[in-house]
């Protein structure tokens, strides 16, 4: 359970020296209650009270890493229930899968195609992290251990679906490096899956018939000392599935119980084989809580509306989303290409930039802080205005280009008299006021050499 403030306090040394920061140890107590501050800033706690309030103090769900070097992810350690309360702090992950019960032609398809998605939206790489490799009962163990072989080759992240211990250890022989997710323990076999993901090095995955097997197989393992675990909440509908993944989640951020504070896989390929019910399921558990989502079959038609869906969950609320202020050279544009500039909001970057681009002709974008707002919101707070444009530029930008010409954003053409008279030798010219209409503007004003 979760410590309050006075809980706290009751155990610091009471110096006041503010060596953590704070004012006084009350107020490093409260801060430490609420999250805010770790226990160990206080370099004056006793061991004892540091053994104590290190483990009553952590937060209620654990980080649990998988995966090495660039394909390592971060699962869980979320603080709250809701976005809006705070933020979410890990992505999901969204695994293909494939299983020992299909033949050679099909695995090989599927593992070509895990691929097939890469993309970048506003500044983060969209792929396949994941593979889920399911090992079908009563399929040939050599077989899934050499499908688990072409899987690891794919260079992703696995998550080995194996609840026999002994392919499990097999399997794990080939791609224990890769820092896969074992998901194999459950009731029966817990005690075995323990120690061999414990001697891998690896997470251990948990399911349980219901949700009372799965908190018990979870709490047992925690008696074994195994901490480094990961909740399967797939149960044997879509209803269970949503209730398990929902009261894990709730009983470990509300209720501080630390057996349910781990992040959790859902298998929405297992679910349904409806591809469409499959695509629903997947953002449903990407709210609601998979640290973890295998959708069976991933693509551009799945991928777009899912991805998108967690890059807006998956930002902090209170953080605008900017890109660094600087001169961006698009279509091969050197030092005598006309300048553009704009806004710092990474929507409108990345809306502009990619007409630019689609437009052909070399011209540098350069973007100045606006403290991540969009044009006329920038521009209504004082964030865009002649003399942050003129600074900048001034600053950044005229020991690097030669070119004296520079669009400015349409809807602010009432800066165009200002920022000329603050540059002087500058040619300030104003673009249309949608970002769409740049295509034809840049190439009518190629095609007069205005350019
Ligand atoms: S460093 Fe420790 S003793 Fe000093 S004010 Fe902070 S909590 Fe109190």
Redesign the pocket.
């Known amino acids: 359970m979760a410590l309050t403030g006075i809980q706290i306090f009751k155990m ?9 920061g ?1 004012p ?2 009350m107020a ?1 107590s409260m801060k430490v209650a609420q999250g805010a501050m770790d226990i160990s800033a ?4 006793s061991e004892d009270a540091l053994a104590q309030l290190s483990e009553a103090t952590a937060p209620p769900m654990k980080t649990i890493k998988i995966g090495t070097g660039e394909h390592e992810y971060s699962l869980g350690g979320e603080t709250v229930l809701y976005r809006h309360e705070k933020t979410f702090v890990s992505e999901t992950r969204y695994a293909a899968s494939v299983c020992s019960c299909m033949d050679d032609a099909t695995v090989d398809a599927k593992l070509a195609a895990v691929a097939d998605v890469d993309y970048d939206r506003i500044g983060e790489h969209m792929y396949t992290e994941l593979v889920y490799v399911n090992y079908a009962k009563d399929t040939d163990a050599s077989k899934y251990v050499e499908i688990v072989k072409k899987a690891a080759a794919t260079g992703r992240t696995l998550v080995l679906g194996c609840k026999c211990p002994e392919t499990a250890k097999a399997a794990l022989e080939v791609c224990k490096d890769g820092k896969p997710v074992l998901n194999g323990a459950d009731a029966s076999n817990y005690e075995e899956m323990n120690k061999i993901a414990t001697e891998a090095g690896v997470v251990l995955g948990v399911s349980g018939a219901n949700l009372d097997e799965l908190y018990d197989t979870t709490a047992a393992l925690e008696k074994l000392g195994n901490k480094n675990l990961v909740l399967d909440v797939t149960m044997g509908t879509v209803k269970e599935t949503f209730e398990a993944a929902v009261a894990v989640r709730r009983a470990a951020i509300k209720d501080g119980d630390r057996t349910c504070g781990y992040p959790s896989i859902v298998n929405v390929a297992a679910l349904t084989e409806d591809k469409a019910m499959r695509e629903a399921l997947a953002a449903l558990f990407t709210m609601k809580y998979g640290s973890i989502v295998v959708v069976g079959d991933m693509d551009y038609a799945m991928a777009l509306p899912l991805y998108g869906l967690r890059q807006n969950l998956f930002t902090d609320p209170q953080k605008p989303m900017k890109v660094a202020p600087g001169i961006y050279p698009l279509n091969g544009a050197d030092e005598n290409s006309i300048c553009l500039t704009t806004v710092d909001f990474a929507l409108t970057y990345f809306l502009v930039s990619g007409e630019l681009e689609r437009s052909g002709v070399p011209c540098n974008l350069l973007i100045s802080d606006a403290g991540g707002l969009s044009v006329l919101t920038a521009w209504a707070a004082g964030k865009l205005s002649s003399t942050s444009v003129s600074k900048f530029i001034t600053e950044e930008v005229e020991g690097k280009i030669k070119s004296r010409k520079l669009i400015i954003p349409g809807k602010v053409a009432v800066l165009k008299g200002d920022i000329e008279a603050k540059l002087p030798g500058w040619e300030v010219i104003v673009a249309p006021l949608e970002a769409v209409q740049l295509v034809k503007f840049l190439k009518d004003m190629q095609a007069n050499g205005q350019l």
Do not use: A, L, V
């Open positions: 610091t040394p009471k110096k006041n020296c503010k060596e953590c704070c006084t140890c490093f206080c370099p004056h706690m």
